[in-house]
């Protein structure tokens, strides 16, 4: 049964999965730039292999954390929906959620574009 609480839970994991995702594209960001960089100054090419590695690595946690994202997501849509049914589709915590539904439907729609 849906209650508010594994709503407000639903949409903390989402909000904080969204963070991870912005986190990782930033940090891929960053380590692209330290291999240019590296790759510039005629680096060891056994220290730029390695930060290859490392940036390999970041790019591989993109997807991950896009498949965890739609999966919560699908939590959240399906709890609002039990709460729909149920006609507790009121208070902050409803709001909340249908907003933060909708930053990431709006989320996906930009990276897809």
């Not at 960053?30 to 090419?45: L, Q, S």
Request: proline letters at 3%.
């Amino acid at each position: 049964m849906a209650t508010i609480r594994n709503l407000k839970i639903k949409t903390s994991a989402c909000k904080r999965i969204v963070k991870e995702l912005h986190s990782y594209e930033k940090e891929v960001e960053r380590e692209a730039a330290k291999t240019a960089n590296m790759k510039e100054k005629g680096a060891d090419p056994y220290d730029l292999k390695q930060q290859e590695n490392v940036l390999a690595e970041s790019r591989m946690m993109i997807p991950d954390c896009r498949k965890r994202l739609e999966s919560s997501l699908a939590d959240l849509k399906g709890i609002l929906a039990e709460l729909e049914e149920l006609k507790q589709k009121e208070g902050p915590e409803v709001v909340e959620a249908e907003s933060t539904v909708a930053d990431i439907e709006k989320l996906f729609q930009t990276t897809e574009s």
